[in-house]
């Protein structure tokens, strides 16, 4: 790990301000993925701004009757949140769908939404990487494609969004409650907040330099049965190869987002009028255009089976 100087940032405007105006500065909340990374020296901040003590990370109802996550708030807290379980049951069981328990005590809502791809080229120093250096190539583009992305990637970038809990709040339509260095607040929708790799696949999100995430707000609660269905290698501890979040209302209508399949949590709205009429329907309209490579095409089936075992409990329900 290369040395690093470190503050602890009394409010959120400093802390933005801090980053916003350091060369090779970084936000440092949980640290669950950050400090991997820095070991690794695929990330080597040269400063780091703690942001622990800003106490953003109280789970309070809006004005509209949604939610407002502090972008600190654990994980752990968020998924047993009684008003998360009742009412955003697709969140609280995607969050317990990833990691273990020892993290989620530990990783925020933020860093949750900020935490960078697990393709093992990425990984892999001594491999090409666009994403950890920008114009070195993609290893993967011809190598072990078998957990990477079949829709939305580019010929610069094969890697997927390994997150879970980002795919439950597209299905429910959040908003990222960002400052920026110079104080402006900004709300950004979770569909516009992560970004597809095309020419900049380094570039993982649409927050600007030094852009502090303050909360994550839910709408209203929109009722109906939540699923979050989760198919992976092994029973825990481990990523997506496909991930389902859904809500299906009692008439068959529904939403539904995908995980594992792309560089960001993938929804298609349009596809999702097609819910009444099954699982393969509305596949066939949210993967069009999929590029998938022989190791990995099996992720387009797969997804259809997902969408249908989530539907089928939903039914049940």
């Not at 998360?84 to 328990?101: E, F, K, N, P, W």
């Not at 539904?256 to 009028?273: D, I, L, M, Q, T």
Request: net charge positive; aromatic share 6%; hydrophobic share 40%.
């Amino acid at each position: 790990m290369k040395s690093f100087t470190y503050e602890r940032a009394k409010t959120p405007g400093d802390a933005a301000a801090a980053v916003g105006t350091m060369q090779g500065a970084k936000f440092l909340a949980g640290g669950t993925n950050l400090l991997d990374l820095m070991k690794l020296e695929i990330e080597t901040p040269t400063h780091l701004v703690d942001v622990q003590d800003l106490r953003l990370d109280r789970i309070e109802k809006t004005d509209q009757g949604g939610l407002r996550i502090g972008a600190f708030a654990t994980n752990t807290a968020l998924a047993a949140d009684e008003r998360v379980r009742r009412d955003y049951g697709v969140l609280t069981r995607a969050i317990v769908a990833g990691a273990s328990g020892q993290l989620r005590n530990k990783a925020t809502t933020a860093g949750n939404l900020l935490q960078r791809t697990r393709c093992p080229y990425f990984y892999d120093t001594n491999q090409p990487c666009n994403k950890r250096k920008p114009g070195s190539g993609c290893a993967a583009i011809g190598g072990v494609s078998r957990q990477l992305a079949v829709i939305g990637s580019s010929d610069q970038c094969i890697a997927t969004y390994p997150g879970d809990m980002a795919v439950a709040l597209r299905v429910l339509d959040a908003s990222v409650e960002t400052i920026t260095p110079n104080g402006q607040t900004r709300s950004i929708p979770i569909a516009d907040f992560h970004r597809l790799p095309g020419n900049t696949p380094h570039i993982d999100t649409n927050l600007a330099k030094g852009e502090l995430i303050t909360s994550v707000t839910l709408p209203r609660p929109i009722g109906g049965t939540h699923i979050y269905r989760k198919v992976r290698d092994r029973a825990s501890y481990a990523f997506a190869l496909v991930s389902v979040a859904a809500v299906v209302q009692k008439d068959g209508t529904g939403r539904a987002a995908f995980g594992g399949v792309a560089p960001k949590p993938w929804r298609v709205e349009a596809a999702e009028a097609a819910m009444a009429q099954g699982a393969a329907t509305v596949t066939a309209q949210a993967f069009a255009g999929a590029k998938p490579t022989s190791e990995n095409a099996f992720k387009l089936s797969l997804a259809t089976r997902a969408l249908a075992s989530t539907l089928s409990e939903a039914r049940a329900a």
